[in-house]
């Protein structure tokens, strides 16, 4: 179970749960506390991330036969690390206030729709006599960093939004590393569309 596949998909997927979970913990205290929204229009803004994941998933659909569920799944990680970075520069920086949190963090729940069902698939696609053992691991491995990731948020509290900031723009680069390093397509996972 120690395969370099096994480990980079499982990892793909629980470091960008990580983010997720720490956007879930910490949007609350930046939206509301720090930007003084209505808890209605939070509602709003967190519907806007589900749209984003849903949008991701009818791309994911579409191109997945055609592209390769590997690409789409680098693609969603390299849109994670990307929203990250861009949400600690704009955490850090006070840039563009309310909207320099919500436009990053639309991108990275988007993501979501590209990384986690290709993620999960290509673990089983390459391990499909053990499925099982890789399903209990990839389950095990994202409840772990999503748990890490909201701790973290908490931990790191300064009043601010930049601890979530942080943490998302970690988790972020982290997912896109594994993707990019630990995940090698062979033409056999190119071929597979990501079916769940």
């Known amino acids: 179970m120690m395969d ?3 480990i980079g998909y499982a990892t793909v997927g629980g470091f960008f749960y990580g983010g997720m979970y720490a ?9 509301i506390d720090y930007y003084h929204i209505s808890p209605q229009s939070y509602g709003l803004l967190f519907a806007l991330g589900i749209a ?26 390299v849109m994670a690390a990307v929203a990250g970075i861009w949400l600690l520069v704009d955490s850090w920086s006070g ?11 639309f991108v990275f729940c988007a993501a979501a729709g590209l990384i986690i069902a290709n993620s999960i698939v290509g673990a089983l696609n390459s391990f499909p006599t053990v499925a099982g ?3 209990a691991l990839i389950g095990a491995l994202q409840y772990g960093t999503g748990i890490l990731g909201s701790g973290l948020v908490g931990a790191l509290a300064d009043g601010t939004p930049r601890p979530m900031a942080l943490v998302i723009a970690a988790f972020g ?3 896109m ?17 990501a079916q769940i």
């Open 4 to 6: 370099r596949r096994i």
């Open 23 to 31: 956007y879930i913990a910490g949007t609350p205290f930046a939206y």
């Open 52 to 77: 984003g994941i849903m949008m991701a998933n009818q791309v994911n659909a579409r191109l997945v036969k055609r592209v390769g569920g590997d690409q789409l799944m680098r693609l969603g990680a």
């Open 95 to 105: 840039l563009g206030g309310l909207a320099g949190l919500v436009a990053p963090l």
């Open 133 to 135: 053992a890789v399903s």
């Open 173 to 175: 680069v982290a997912s």
């Open 177 to 193: 590393l594994c993707a990019f390093w630990l995940v090698r397509s062979t033409p056999q996972a190119q071929k597979e569309p």
